[in-house]
């Protein structure tokens, strides 16, 4: 059974950074892309980067030029590196990811809060 387990959330002031971690664990045979999506209270899920196992990484126009994600293949973890942080980039943040076990399923976090303060 895979799972993916997010960490570093929190609360921070406007214009401050959070760097968020989610690794995925168990019957891995490769990963195909990794990435983020968040949601806001009485707000649709947005999704907001993705990066490939080769590297290849893609943003939301919302936070481009903000937020960094990164891949550590050998550790089967992807982050987002969180810059000059907005109130309105409260959510809960959820990584997803592509796995191939015995198949290729899609898999999702639990989620972790961030909350920027104004």
């Known amino acids: 059974q895979v799972q993916l387990v997010e960490s570093g959330g929190g609360l921070v002031q406007a214009g401050g950074s959070l760097r968020l971690s989610c690794a995925a664990s168990?019957?891995?045979?490769?990963?195909?892309?990794m990435g983020w999506y968040r949601q806001a209270p009485g707000k649709q899920r947005e999704w907001v980067a993705l990066?490939?196992?080769?590297?290849?990484?893609h943003y939301a126009d919302s936070v481009k030029g903000r937020f960094t994600i990164s891949i550590d293949n050998a550790k089967n973890t992807v982050y987002l590196q969180m810059n000059s942080l907005k109130p309105e980039d409260t959510a809960v943040y959820s990584c997803?990811?592509?796995?191939?076990?015995?198949?290729?399923?899609?898999?999702w976090g639990q989620g972790t809060q961030v909350t920027v303060s104004s």
């Open positions: 168990g019957v891995i045979r490769s990963i195909n892309y």
């Open positions: 990066i490939t196992s080769g590297g290849n990484t």
């Open positions: 997803n990811a592509e796995i191939r076990t015995w198949s290729t399923q899609i898999y």
